[in-house]
């Protein structure tokens, strides 16, 4: 189906629709953050160190409230030409037991700075692969975490792992789930041989179906899978036939993400021929092909690139005006500030972000000296935490409450954001956003340009945003 701007489908969440719109999407179609963070990581420095993260996590400490515990697991076993993760390709799977038993190093220092004793809502394993982890390393992974932070058993926790399903023995999911585990997230990116086999992905539709079945059969809940559209050799009429196969599975969550074709900046992007990408006309043909039938199918279109069952708690907890978004994406725990491990984590508190070396060597002397791996991090301001509240109520709820502003911040909306205000007019006018008094709301047509409507809220990106971040669509 190619675009339309007379195109609509039905969504819920409070507004009526969602609107597709090609002249809006050519107007405001720009380069933007996808404000998993606000300052963004473009504003750490290296001038924000050590001392600077002790100093939070000791502010963290003392508010007490929940944790997120974030770990870095860079290792694959083969390597997938799109990505631009931070990954070490290696086929010996015993190198992963010396960097576990660095994470643990880490992991002691940084319990004692945030407290050993508050309770760990939300943990995450991302990487690299951490199904790339033999069985007994990560029982020896998750038990160091048992005996340094307070660890959680009940429902209401949020316990996730990446998982690609070329990676999975028979007692991987099994032993995943024993440890603690009620979340998976699935890669896929396409199920078509011919664009795995381009992006040197092969992974038949069936090893994915049989992992997730298991999966369902074992108890995990919220299962998503990740798809990635731009990919060489894909046509929209062939990406529809992924998104009818995917559909089929019935994942509680789909993450649907553009591809950016970067050989410059990252390396294994140069094995991708250019001329196999689909021009831009078919991504956006794709994209708004998918987010109509995934809307037909049922899913409640979450924001930028998620899509959620509507019984889902990422449905659910934006239904209540409770969703939230950190390095993760998009989550339910607004309240834990986050404690990050191993190489290149960012980790959180209410007034800092902080983030470990980037390079594997740097980050393993670092622990091997006794000391803390953070390279760069921000201190914020009250504006920052301002503009991080606001952006993440847009990005997040899609609407904006001037009093329940006022309550947070004992400032009045109107008078902080003068400036940005009469910047957002234009939006108004072209009907991404209306102002209904006492609530800025994000119109159907602008949920697609959310990170445009929220870049007016970025006092660094007040001159408009730099190279260095991707299209907004």
């Known amino acids: 189906m190619a675009p339309d701007s007379a195109a609509a489908a039905v969504v819920s969440n409070e ?33 924000f160190g050590i001392k600077d993260m002790v100093k939070a996590a000791g502010r963290s400490r003392a508010s007490g409230g929940p944790l997120s515990l974030y770990t870095h697991l860079p290792f694959c076993a083969h390597l997938c030409y799109y990505c631009a993760c931070n990954k070490v390709i290696t086929k010996k799977r015993d190198k992963a037991m010396p960097y576990v038993e660095r994470l643990l190093k ?27 982890l033999p069985t007994d390393v990560m029982r020896d992974l998750m038990a160091g975490y048992g005996e340094l932070f307070n660890l959680q058993a009940d429902e209401d926790r949020d316990y996730s792992v990446e998982i690609d399903p ?9 032993t995943l789930w024993d440890l603690g585990f009620n979340r998976i997230s699935l890669g896929v990116q396409d199920v078509n041989p011919e664009v795995q086999k381009a992006v040197n992905r092969v992974q038949p539709r069936d090893m994915t179906e049989a992992v997730l079945n298991e999966a369902r059969k074992i108890g995990f809940r919220s299962i998503n899978l990740d798809l990635i559209y731009g990919l060489p050799h894909q046509t929209p009429e062939s990406f529809a036939d992924t998104l009818e196969a995917v559909i089929e599975m019935s994942p509680d969550r789909l993450s649907v993400f553009s591809y950016a074709h970067l050989p410059d900046r990252f390396y294994p992007q140069t ?11 078919q991504k956006l043909t794709i994209l708004h ?30 239904c209540e005006g409770r969703l939230h978004r950190n390095f993760q994406g998009y989550t ?35 622990i091997d000296a006794g000391q803390l791996a953070i390279n760069r991090g921000v201190a914020l301001s009250r504006d920052d935490r301002i503009r991080r509240w606001v952006i993440g109520q847009l990005i997040c709820q899609f609407r904006l409450d001037r009093s329940r502003f006022a309550d947070e911040w004992n400032e009045d909306f109107d008078r902080y954001f003068a400036d940005e205000l009469s910047r957002l007019r234009p939006m108004i006018k072209d009907g991404l956003v209306a102002d209904e008094g006492g609530v800025l709301q994000v119109q159907p047509a602008g949920r697609l340009l959310i990170r445009a409507i929220c870049q007016i809220f970025d006092l660094y990106r007040k001159e408009g945003a730099s190279k260095r971040f991707s299209r907004i669509i």
């Open 106 to 132: 880490e992991a002691a220092l940084q319990a004692k700075m945030f407290g050993a004793d508050r309770p760990v809502r939300q943990l995450h394993w991302g990487g690299g692969t951490p199904t790339f």
């Open 332 to 366: 339910t725990h607004s309240d834990c500030d986050l404690v990050s491990l191993g190489v290149s984590a960012i980790g959180q508190t209410d007034d800092a972000y902080f983030q470990n070396h980037h390079d594997l060597p740097a980050w393993e002397a670092a």
């Open 271 to 281: 094995r991708i021929q250019a001329e196999t990408l689909p021009s831009a006309q």
């Open 166 to 174: 070329r990676e999975v023995d028979h007692d991987t999911l099994s």
């Open 15 to 47: 507004l009526p629709d969602f609107l597709w719109d090609d002249a809006l999407i050519r107007r405001y179609d720009l380069s933007g953050p996808r404000y998993t963070s606000y300052p963004t990581a473009v504003e750490f420095t290296p001038r």
């Open 289 to 318: 092909s998918t987010i109509n039938r995934l809307l037909e199918a049922g899913y409640e279109y979450i924001g930028m690139d998620h899509f959620a069952k509507p019984d889902d708690s990422l449905s659910v907890a934006q």
